[in-house]
């Protein structure tokens, strides 16, 4: 094994020194291709680091002032990374008392997230161990110690026993069963109903704030609402885009209302996304079998929606025969791939001239057109209207002020 090898390409990676030290605390080879940072350990940092190597697992630990390490056991040997400065908020159980470097050094060192550290000093263990650690089981063992677990489960007898006691219970799994395959259906009325519902139970506790508790459960509103809505049919990178915009909307409320009636909100808008998609499908020459390619090139042309999309650059990312895969999305979707890619950017169009100040020509250059004109052009045969009636009928009224921005399209 070239050790050396991956040494330097740890140390290039996290940008900091990579020490090989004998059982006894001798350090027998450093690779560091930076010339800035001390070629040395302390005798205290070099004592505690070596005290704390377990051969089951790497070990992350760090000091007072967040700049942090990775000690892993090579057979007879210790292996070290670091030190980083960890960003992101401390997440190390494993602390230690010494100070490996003084508080103007720390600004030379690399900002590296925890998971970052972890996860290269995972690489080097599972190189010198026959059993294969997972990212799943290092973290745990690195980031919960067992008061915590222990917690969870004295916690839950709390629950458990003040709702038997208060006669309480949560709210009727079969109940959150209809609400969640409405939203997979497409089933507004059948959504609307299990809101509607009556039934003994409450949501659950999930925080110490009537506020953050809301916030929480607005959370896991939109986290099933959007995999209901994928398994309906609704593309991944949408439903993920979606997911975010409205969980960072959920973060800012600043009501407990208004943070859950937005996770009623994005149940809802995922239910109609589903819908349209159904609605798209009805057409009886439509083919009904899935496939894996149409939904790979789906994605693909979502993310790619910025830029000029052709056929060929599509089948070249599938490993297919342009040809091919144009025939088999006609006949799966109906529609072609050139007419569905306008389709999405029109979509995609109509939301900024709602919600965006973004001029037409920006809004072209951003989507891939030649210009404005043949945006204006495209937007009016499709809708019957130009870009300024739209924004105009539809956008909100901030953005249709901003007219000195703005060309008629």
């Given at each position: 094994m070239n050790i050396d090898c991956i040494m330097e390409y740890l140390s290039r990676n996290l940008h900091t020194a990579v020490w090989v030290l004998t059982p006894e605390g001798r350090q027998e080879k450093r690779i560091c291709l930076r010339a800035d940072l001390e070629d040395r350990m302390n005798e205290m940092l070099l004592s505690e680091l070596l005290s704390l190597a377990v051969s089951e697992h790497p070990v992350l630990v760090s000091d007072d002032a967040s700049a942090a390490y990775a000690v892993v056991s090579a057979g007879e040997r210790l292996l070290v990374l670091?030190?980083?400065?960890?960003?992101?908020?401390?997440?190390?159980?494993?602390?230690?008392?010494?100070?490996?470097?003084?508080?103007d050094a720390l600004l030379l060192l690399h900002p590296c997230g925890s998971a970052d550290l972890?996860?290269?000093?995972?690489?080097?263990?599972?190189?010198?161990?026959?059993?294969?650690?997972?990212?799943?089981?290092?973290?745990?063992?690195?980031?919960?110690?067992?008061?915590?677990?222990?917690?969870v489960q004295e916690h839950f007898v709390k629950i458990v026993f003040e709702n038997q006691e208060q006669g309480s219970r949560h709210n009727p799994y079969d109940q959150e069963v209809r609400e969640v395959a409405a939203i997979r259906n497409g089933d507004?009325?059948?959504l609307k109903q299990s809101w509607a519902e009556d039934y003994i139970g409450k949501l659950g506790v999930?925080?110490?704030?009537?506020?953050?508790n809301n916030q929480n459960l607005g959370i896991i509103l939109v986290t099933l609402a959007s995999r209901a809505a994928m398994e309906g049919g609704v593309m991944p990178e949408v439903a993920y885009s979606?997911?975010?915009?409205?969980?960072?909307?959920?973060?800012e409320a600043i009501s407990p209302e208004a943070a859950l009636s937005l996770g009623r909100q994005a149940e809802y808008h995922y239910a109609c996304l589903v819908q349209e998609i159904k609605r798209e499908r009805t057409a009886p020459e439509i083919c009904r079998n899935?496939?894996?390619?149409?939904s790979l090139c789906k994605d693909y042309i979502f993310s790619h929606l910025h830029s000029k999309i052709s056929v060929s650059d599509i089948a070249k990312e599938l490993y297919l025969n342009p040809n091919y895969l144009s025939d088999l999305f006609r006949k799966t979707e109906g529609i072609t791939i050139s007419d569905y890619i306008f389709q999405e950017k029109l979509k995609l169009v109509k939301n900024m001239l709602i919600y965006s100040r973004y001029?037409?020509?920006?809004?072209?250059?951003?989507?891939?057109?030649?210009?404005?004109?043949?945006?204006?052009?495209?937007?009016?045969?499709?809708?019957?209207?130009?870009?300024h009636q739209y924004?105009?009928?539809y956008g909100r009224k901030e953005f249709q002020d901003d007219r000195h921005r703005q060309k008629k399209g």
């Open positions: 670091g030190p980083v400065l960890l960003t992101f908020g401390n997440a190390c159980r494993r602390r230690i008392s010494c100070v490996g470097y003084h508080s972890l996860r290269d000093a995972l690489l080097l263990h599972n190189l010198f161990h026959k059993k294969n650690l997972t990212m799943e089981e290092a973290a745990d063992v690195n980031y919960l110690d067992d008061q915590i677990k222990y917690t507004l009325e059948a999930v925080a110490k704030t009537h506020l953050r979606f997911s975010d915009s409205y969980i960072n909307r959920i973060e899935t496939n894996s390619n149409i001029s037409y020509n920006e809004i072209a250059s951003y989507l891939g057109f030649s210009s404005q004109s043949h945006l204006g052009m495209r937007f009016k045969k499709s809708t019957g209207m130009t870009l924004r105009k009928t």
